[in-house]
């Protein structure tokens, strides 16, 4: 077996766990995860206090009353439908909880939102206790093998462990040992009311990502100071509800991966409970690795498992190359998008459980499928085509695939869309897809075809702004920019500011050191990005001195040597220039698209030449549209 660390079993208290994968509870479908072999399946998330514990909702019921006994008790037997543990996360929101009066926190103040937030009492706290030991009792008298205890990311416990939040004055603040005194209690009264044998796993934040916030030192000695009342502990980073701190929660491709190991191996290295971590492991042989080097007991998989849930067992079959790599967008994940098109890039079926199935069906008739255009959406039609059992031909007029994503994986802080399409082209060679490159597909060749259906994914143009000197030397589209990376001169503007354009910048300034200014039309820069993708752009251009950004300004004129530039005061400026990069947006191939249509009864039009987006609706659309064929 390649991995046998990953897949050698773990005893936890009394119990085997078969493998060392932990499946968070990020998401709603524990089916897929469990069916894909993870060792640990965390079956969501419950409320530890009704009416005072809920983000979600004051109304949000208790999973473990009368009439939700039967629909918790789904999420157990979802859970071990092959072969894993059912466990669940306990969590309270604590100040931050959804209520019709009042919420319960370390320290007493009025919310954003108007909601009174009161310090906590000794009675609030003997509430609030009882519930915690009601809730994990009936945990497990519904039949969970195991709980989750969540006591990072800011809910309750942590605001308590945490100087961030906790201001109190009294024997519940101040010192290390008086913060961590009701977070103590709370795992004193959920191991009474579980019993010695069964397990108690905790999540915690080895470091919060915010000024004043928790100090490492602290958070290991609370672990220590509670390890004979959990049987195993997870180690996260950063917080929820900051969303400044929560880029480096939930990470971006700015990020490195694992960045939490570090903070696990000493962890590690002073308990005597296993120990797992959570964050961007995004492969098995990252995995494997650290269990190899004994720096982890466990990998928890997230994001990773929203990609591909048989992610576990297509690395314990040696299938890694079969793995739909994460792209750590952050699409999949509500608070970026405030929930706004939820979605995983890769995954299609990720939070549309309901119209795509886990694998797509065989189809009735066999048909001839022609794809015009191997970007991701033309890719994934033809793969899933295929699949179906679809005799495809894909035509591309370049002599490579991957459409856009070409030139963007050879980006820097792209290596999690490089991954993503060596899989793609993994999969095009194992496939019966008839790729034909360096052939450009015209009206005439498809009625050739006697296709029974086409599907044009053409993609798109970078668009050229009508500014004067457009056509000069120094000038360059970003594409060029990327991949001819030795041509792009020390100083440089970028007109526009979008996502394309402030990675292309970033890059150059921190890495190449080039000195860049990017202008911008817009007030913002990547507006197209979701927020938590927007800001750990900023953190990144806020340590990076040699990028500027001019917002509200518009590129007046391109000269020999530099470009005249307006702002929204009607100031002019020259800014000297031996290379101008045009990231100006892209442009739908709508003309050529258009072409295609009253040859084959069966067009459709995917992806980028229908509006540019991004990957998760290219790849979204050409998964439905060859499903359906």
């Known amino acids: ?10 005893k936890i208290n009394d119990m085997i766990i078969r493998n060392r994968i932990v499946a968070t509870p990020m ?41 939700q006994l039967e629909k918790t008790r789904e999420r157990i037997l979802l859970a071990q439908q092959a072969g894993a543990k059912a466990s669940v996360e306990i969590g ?27 310090e906590m009492t000794e009675e609030m706290m003997e509430e609030t206790l009882d519930w915690y030991a009601k809730t994990a009792a009936d945990a497990k008298k519904l039949g969970f093998d195991m709980i989750f205890m969540h006591f990072g990311h800011g809910w309750l ?19 290390f040992e008086n913060r961590a005194r009701f977070p103590k209690r709370i795992l004193e009264r959920v191991r009474a009311a579980v019993g010695p044998k069964f397990p108690v796993d905790m999540r915690i934040s080895a470091t919060e990502w915010v000024k004043g916030g928790i100090e490492f030192e602290d958070v290991l000695a609370f672990i220590k100071m509670v390890e004979h009342l959990i049987d195993t502990v997870q180690i996260s980073c950063g917080l929820d509800l900051v969303h400044e701190a ?4 939930a990470t971006t491709n700015f990020e490195e991966h694992m960045p939490n190991a570090k903070y696990a191996k000493i962890v590690r290295e002073n308990v005597n409970i296993p120990v797992s971590v959570v964050g961007a492991i995004m492969n098995p042989e990252e995995a494997e690795q650290l269990l190899a080097d004994g720096i982890v007991d466990l990998v928890a998989l997230g994001r990773p498992l929203a990609a591909d849930p048989e992610w576990p067992k297509k690395a314990r079959e040696d299938s890694e190359e079969d793995i739909v790599p994460c792209i750590r967008c952050l699409q999949c994940y509500h608070i970026a998008s405030n929930r706004w098109n939820v979605g995983c890039s890769v995954n299609p079926r990720y939070a549309n459980e309901s119209f795509i199935p886990l694998k797509p069906g065989k189809a009735e008739r066999r048909k001839k499928v022609v794809v015009i255009g191997a970007g991701p959406a033309g890719l994934k039609a033809a793969l899933v085509a295929e699949q179906r059992g679809h005799e495809v031909i894909l035509l591309e007029k370049n002599p490579y695939v991957g459409g856009a994503i070409h030139s963007v994986a050879m980006e820097h802080y792209k290596t999690d869309i490089l991954a993503y399409l060596n899989y793609l082209i993994t999969q095009l060679k194992k496939s019966n897809i008839d790729v034909r490159l360096n052939t450009e597909a015209t009206p005439e060749m498809i ?38 990376e030795e ?7 970028i007109l526009g500011g979008g996502t394309i354009g402030s990675e292309i910048g970033l890059e150059l300034a921190s890495l190449r050191k080039k000195h860049v200014t990017v202008i911008e039309l817009a007030g913002e820069i990547a507006a197209q990005g979701n927020m938590l993708y927007r800001i750990a752009l900023r953190q990144k251009i806020e340590q990076t001195p040699a990028l500027n950004f001019m917002l509200n300004t518009g590129c007046q004129e391109i000269r020999e040597d530099g470009v005249l ?65």
Not at 157 to 175: I, Q, V, W
Not at 246 to 249: D, E, F, I, S, T
Not at 598 to 625: H, N, S, V, W
């Open 447 to 484: 009625n050739e075809t006697r296709a029974d259906a086409v599907i044009v994914a053409v993609g798109s143009t970078p668009f050229t702004p009508p500014v004067p000197g457009i056509d000069k030397k120094l000038v360059m589209n970003f594409y060029d920019a990327i991949e001819q």
């Open 92 to 118: 309270h929101a604590g100040q931050y909880a959804r209520v019709k009066d009042y919420a319960k926190g370390p320290v007493g103040f009025i919310r954003e939102d108007g909601v009174e937030v009161k």
């Open 1 to 10: 077996m390649k991995y046998p660390n990953l897949f050698s079993p773990i």
């Open 157 to 175: 416990a942590a605001e308590f462990l945490s100087p961030y939040f906790n201001k109190r004055t009294d024997e519940y603040g101040g010192s």
């Open 565 to 629: 530039v307006k702002t929204k005061q009607c100031e002019e400026k020259f800014i000297p220039a031996d290379t101008v990069i045009i990231a100006t947006g892209l442009r739908p191939n709508k003309t050529v698209a258009d072409s295609f249509y009253g040859i084959i009864p069966e067009t459709f039009i995917i992806g980028d030449c229908k509006q540019p987006r991004k990957i998760m609706e290219a790849t979204l659309e050409g998964y439905c549209i060859a499903a359906n064929l």
């Open 27 to 67: 998401g709603h479908n524990f089916s897929d995860k469990a069916l894909g072999g993870a060792g640990i399946v965390i079956a969501g998330s419950v409320i530890a206090e009704p009416g005072r514990s809920s983000f979600a909702s004051p109304d949000e019921l208790y999973a473990f009353s009368k009439y």
């Open 487 to 493: 041509r792009v001169g020390q100083e440089v503007v």
């Open 246 to 249: 929560n880029v480096h929660m």
